[in-house]
């Protein structure tokens, strides 16, 4: 007998400055998919992470995509660029996608397609007012 694994997270990868910008992405992110509630954002580590003020940090989100929720999450201001990788089996990481796009101006740097994995690169910027 066999068990077929379903791969539902999603790795998220945050470049930003501003701490406020990592909160309204993981905020949007966790109304879409309430497992994701509780899995507070945790900064890489690395030379610059405790660096000067101002200088971008990485910040990683782990997102189980398996449950999205009915609610939709809603517009979120951001303070500046945010850049985002998301990384993990294709079809939850265009769930992630889709939600990102819906709550943030995005647009894409760049992906990369595997056989079981696709990674794809975003940057969020502020909505026009």
Known sequence: MTTQHVHTHVDVL?????RQDVDAVYDALATAFPATAGREPAQESSAAAGGAPGHPKVWAID????????AESRPSPLAGAVSVGLSGCPVFVHQVRDVL???FEAEELGHVSGDQEEEVRLRLIPRAQ
């Open 14 to 18: 945050l470049t930003t400055s501003a």
């Open 101 to 103: 796009e819906d709550v």
């Open 63 to 70: 997102v189980d995509a398996m449950t999205r929720a009915a």
